[in-house]
């Protein structure tokens, strides 16, 4: 008679050869899982940074995906203050720059978290990348101002608050300036990334009007510059075109350096200026006369013999 297999015998054996199955797909899929680790790790993520530079730039090198930054927006590491947001603000390796932690007092940390929430409200959901770039000036523009003697919460406020207005599409922005009676001498559309910080500048003191127009000032001429530029306006200018979320690029890496350094804040603020009007002349964009002027009047001030 011949010999039947017993049954219990071949499911245990069935089972023991898909257990083996599975084991050996769980040992593939974690080869594989650390060959796309290691791959990633090889190569440098990429920042939700810039790909659409301003039409009219007058800052450095590096801008935002989808936005008109003029650098890279994607940001640095330390997290600031009372920053709403649990994202690191820039990746391992980037540039930092850290002074000290300023004397705040209660009140002024209260306005500080209550201006990065406000923010956070306004911007974080539909500009998440300029949310972030917005804290990380702010960051950056206060401890330049604790390297340089300027007011650390101004420079923090101006920085937290700059940007306000790129939350509105570029016809937005255009529309605006119009009718808050921004006029640059050249028709608006071909200025429109330099808009914002004009009318960030009319608009947020009736929002916010405890706070000194030093501050408005600042923020209208971080994106375009002036002859007279005050240490608070440099300070933003600066920051913004330096903050860790833009690209190391050599034009950005050389006003770093400046920074890091302890360079005078004047030339630090001319390095960035020109850097960005050769920026748009290297890319052949239009250059915003104005922005001409500011130049040829700091290059002969820088040519005086008794500077």
């Known amino acids: 008679m011949a010999h039947k297999p017993d049954k219990h ?20 899929a974690k080869a594989e899982a650390k060959k796309v680790a290691k791959k990633k790790k090889r190569s440098p993520a990429k920042t939700d940074s810039v790909a659409e530079v301003p039409k009219v730039a007058i800052k450095v090198e590096g801008v935002e995906a989808n936005e008109t930054l003029v650098h890279d927006e994607a940001n640095t590491a330390t997290a600031v203050g009372a920053s709403p947001t649990s994202e690191p603000l820039h990746d391992a390796g980037a540039w930092s720059f850290e002074v000290g932690d300023p004397a705040y007092d209660l009140r002024a940390r209260a306005l500080i978290a209550r201006l990065e929430s406000d923010l956070a409200d306004h911007m974080e959901r539909s500009k998440p990348v300029r949310y972030l770039h917005s804290i990380s000036v702010a960051h950056t523009a206060e401890q330049m101002a604790l390297q340089y003697g300027v ?13 306000w207005d790129k939350v509105l599409t570029p016809a937005e922005q255009i529309a605006l300036a119009s009718r808050l009676g921004v006029n640059l001498g050249v028709d608006l559309h071909l200025v429109q990334p330099l808009l914002h910080g004009l009318t960030a500048a009319k608009r947020l003191p009736d929002l916010y009007p405890e706070l000194p127009s030093c501050i408005w000032q600042a923020i209208a001429r971080h994106t375009i510059g002036a002859v007279d530029m005050t240490p608070l306006d440099m300070v933003l200018f600066v ?3 330096i903050e860790p979320r833009r690209r190391d690029v050599p034009a950005i890496h050389h006003v770093r350096e400046l920074v890091s350094e302890s360079a005078p804040l004047d030339e630090v603020y001319w390095a960035s200026f020109y850097h960005g009007v050769a920026y748009v002349i290297d890319t052949e964009r239009y250059l915003y006369p104005g922005t001409l002027d500011i130049y040829n009047h700091l290059a002969l001030h820088r040519m005086a013999p008794n500077r």
Do not use: N
Request: aromatic share 0%; net charge positive; no cysteine.
């Open 9 to 28: 015998k071949k499911a245990k054996g069935k089972s023991k050869e898909k257990a083996a199955l599975a084991k050996r797909k769980a040992a593939s």
């Open 151 to 163: 007011d650390p919460l101004h420079a923090r406020i101006a920085g937290i608050l700059h940007d």
């Open 239 to 241: 920051a913004d075109s």
